[in-house]
């Protein structure tokens, strides 16, 4: 099967700094990851596309220079919480499409947990 | 604009009972429909979805969801309730070809009562 990683699962952090999270396909080559962000007891709202080797495409409302995302490879996808504040602090979760489009359901990866304090 | 709606934040069902958890959609075209689960603190598990063919769709751990077009509904239902299965369950719409955006209802929190 398709798996996603992310890493690291849980993190806490100061106010101002800043916080890179990544995901990762493992066994296949996602060409387009998909960040979301999810509030307590919420839906997962889509904060970005990432496409390998271009620049991400931004939901709106979603600060393009709070939320930087790296698509540097087939495999490897990071989103950088820059300046952090504690209304960043949320359920962050990955996942990708495979590229066979055999599958069309996206796969997740298990969370990132991000605490500023 | 696609949309989802899950019309209810909960749904409490006895254990061995069955159990059907409530889903509209609004899509342009025709609707790719997923139905994922989240445990506390995890990322989502792919279930079952409807991309074509027969309504009725079978998925992991005896879930099933009914494809009704006229009623744009994707209910997700299973025969006999487990107490494992309370989770909190997503329904997600987006439309068909390439890649599309997924847009994901609000989520139902299943509660199996022993």
């Known amino acids: 099967g398709a798996v996603v990683s992310q890493h690291p699962s849980r993190v806490i952090c100061k106010s101002g700094t800043s916080v890179k999270i990544e995901c990762r396909s493992l066994d296949f080559q996602a060409t387009t990851m998909f960040w979301y962000r999810q509030f307590p007891k919420k839906s997962l709202m889509l904060m970005a596309t990432s496409n390998e080797g271009s620049k991400a495409t931004y939901e709106q409302g979603v600060e393009k220079d709070k939320f930087l995302i790296n698509h540097a490879s087939l495999t490897l996808s990071t989103l950088t919480v820059t300046s952090a504040h504690p209304e960043d602090s949320s359920f962050y979760i990955c996942s990708a499409n495979h590229p066979s489009q055999r599958d069309h359901e996206q796969y997740f990866g298990p969370g990132t947990r991000l605490t500023v304090t | 604009a696609q949309s989802v709606a899950q019309p209810e934040d909960q749904v409490n069902v006895a254990e061995g009972n069955p159990l059907t958890v409530k889903c509209t959609y609004s899509?342009?075209?025709?609707?790719?429909l997923f139905w994922y689960v989240q445990y506390p603190n995890r990322g989502l598990q792919f279930l079952l979805k409807?991309?074509?063919?027969?309504?009725l769709v079978k998925g992991s751990y005896g879930f099933e969801a009914e494809f009704n077009k006229s009623q744009t509904s994707f209910h997700l239902k299973k025969p006999s309730a487990l107490v494992s299965d309370s989770a909190l369950y997503f329904c997600a719409v987006r439309a068909s070809g390439g890649y599309q955006k997924v847009t994901f209802g609000t989520g139902t929190k299943l509660q199996v009562i022993p």
């Open positions: 899509v342009s075209g025709n609707p790719y």
């Open positions: 409807y991309i074509t063919g027969d309504n």
